[in-house]
Antibody
Framework: EVQLLESGGGLVQPGGSLRLSCAAS????????MNWVRQAPGKGLEWVSV????????NYADSVRGRFTISRDNSKNTLYLQMNSLRAEDTAVYYC??????????????WGQGTLVTVSS | QSALTQPPSASGSPGQSVTISCTGT?????????VSWYQQHPGKAPKLMIY???KRPSGVPDRFSGSKSGNTASLTVSGLQAEDETDYYC??????????FGGGTKLTVL
């Protein structure tokens, strides 16, 4: 059974940093691309970033490019999202999301339960 | 890139069929057969319902179907049931390793 468990969310001041983690199990982690998708309170889904299974390819939404960094440790079956220069508009539930292929973000087949990030002073 | 366009709401009576549209451009919906649909109950994670325009993952009832014509994709829910009342989101690959979502549609079973 595929399981994705996010952690690291919390309250942070504007301009601050936070690192999210996602522990994966139930599948061959290194064989699949992984994504982060976020959802602001009461709003729709917004794709944030993708990393290939081998970590040799990444991409970001324009709204976070230059501030967020996606990475993965295949030896620990863990996905990360380093978030810097956080803004109020980054407040959202962040979902870890598995892709069905080793690269590309064509669609998402499994989602974690999400972790809430609140950016406020 | 702009989000895909979905109607904010849709409704139907139990047993009826309802169709939710998802409009994009030739750079996303119209350019790739990588349209997917997700169901999200309040406070829960999204769940994949349709992928690659019209394919259903194992375990998704065949009451759910997908299609695409030009730059518009559609999700049809047939034989509406009370448990189908929730939010639905479309998504499309947009090239260059980008993924777009629609704004979401709240489905009400009357």
């Amino acid at each position: 059974e595929v399981q994705l468990l996010e952690s690291g969310g919390g309250l942070v001041q504007p301009g601050g940093s936070l690192r999210l983690s996602c522990a994966a199990s139930g599948f061959m982690f290194s064989s699949y691309a992984m994504n982060w998708v976020r959802q602001a309170p009461g709003k729709g889904l917004e794709w944030v970033s993708v990393i290939s299974g081998s970590a040799d390819s990444t991409n970001y939404a324009d709204s976070v490019r230059g501030r967020f960094t996606i990475s993965r440790d295949n030896s620990k079956n863990t996905l990360y999202l380093q978030m810097n220069s956080l803004r109020a508009e980054d407040t959202a539930v962040y979902y870890c999301a598995k892709a069905p292929y080793s690269s590309g973000c064509y669609w998402i087949d499994y989602w974690g339960q999400g972790t809430l990030v609140t950016v406020s002073s | 890139q702009s989000a895909l366009t979905q109607p904010p709401s849709a409704s139907g009576s139990p047993g009826q069929s309802v169709t939710i549209s998802c409009t994009g451009t030739s750079s996303d919906v119209g350019g790739y057969n990588f349209v997917s649909w997700y169901q999200q109950h309040p406070g829960k994670a999204p769940k994949l319902m349709i992928y690659e325009v019209n394919k259903r993952p194992s375990g998704v009832p065949d009451r759910f179907s997908g299609s695409k014509s030009g730059n518009t994709a559609s999700l049809t829910v047939s034989g509406l049931q009370a448990e189908d009342e929730t939010d639905y989101y479309c998504s499309s690959y947009a090239g260059s390793n980008n993924l777009l979502f629609g704004g979401g549609t709240k489905l009400t079973v009357l």
